[in-house]
């Protein structure tokens, strides 16, 4: 349903830590994951996915974590910069159908 | 080139009117959907289609119709506006089965209702 009474979640780091988003997901029959970033007026953005096969994904400055035992998604931003300031969510997709489904997302600020 | 665009961007409208939010995509996948962003950033998908199948989710009221003139483009099309819609919809694309499920997102248009 709606986020009604909901607020988006903040973190603020500073230019050059690592940066971790967590995302709980809901439905142990999920077996694909992604990230996403969205910047302010654009569109969602593909970041990196993961098989529910894998525990662990590596890209470029990004990793993404899953444990299934407890049905926890994490995204490890190293070197955060200012241009990775955005709102990011996760998103998990299962069987019939292979919907996605968005979790509420997390506001990430960096300062310069 | 842009891979998923969506016209208006912006679109304001009385309570009541009807009106039309259009995707196009160039990447040659089979399936699309529309999603709403409410002002809290919530992403709620609303349909995805391809040309074999419409997938409604159950809480979209029947006033939301998709219309697909052909596999590239999905159009949502929304009747007897309320002040509720107000939010920003998203029309995505994919081609499940490639490696990836992953969506490809448009721009959004900001719909707003007065």
């Known amino acids: 349903g709606e986020s009604v009474g909901l607020h988006l979640p903040t973190l603020s780091v500073q230019e050059g830590d690592n940066s971790i988003i967590n995302c709980a997901y809901s439905n142990s029959a999920s077996d694909y994951f992604i990230w996403y970033k969205q910047e302010s007026g654009k569109g969602p953005q593909f970041i990196i996915d993961?098989?529910?096969?894998?525990d662990k994904r590596q890209g470029q400055r990004v990793t993404v974590l899953l444990n299934k035992t407890v049905k926890h998604l994490s995204l490890q931003i190293a070197a955060t910069q200012p241009g990775d300031s955005a709102v990011y969510f996760c998103a998990e997709a299962h069987p019939p159908g292979n919907q996605f489904y968005f979790g509420t997302g997390t506001s990430l600020t960096v300062i310069p | 080139d842009t891979a998923v665009s969506q016209t208006p961007k912006y679109l304001v409208t009385q309570m009541g009117n009807d009106k039309s939010i259009k995707c196009e995509q160039n990447?040659?996948?089979?399936?699309m959907y529309w999603y709403k962003q409410d002002s809290k950033k919530f992403l709620k998908i609303m349909f995805s289609?391809?040309?074999?199948?419409?997938?409604i989710n159950e809480t979209v009221p029947n006033r939301f119709s998709p219309k697909s003139p052909d596999k590239a483009h999905l159009n949502l099309h929304i009747n007897s506006l309320e002040l509720g819609d107000s939010a920003v919809y998203f029309c995505?694309?994919?081609?499940?089965?490639?490696?990836?499920?992953?969506?490809?997102f448009g721009p959004g248009t900001r719909l707003t209702v007065l």
């Open positions: 993961i098989r529910s096969n894998m």
């Open positions: 289609y391809n040309n074999k199948e419409l997938i």
């Open positions: 995505a694309s994919s081609q499940p089965g490639v490696g990836t499920d992953t969506q490809y």
């Open positions: 990447l040659g996948h089979d399936t």
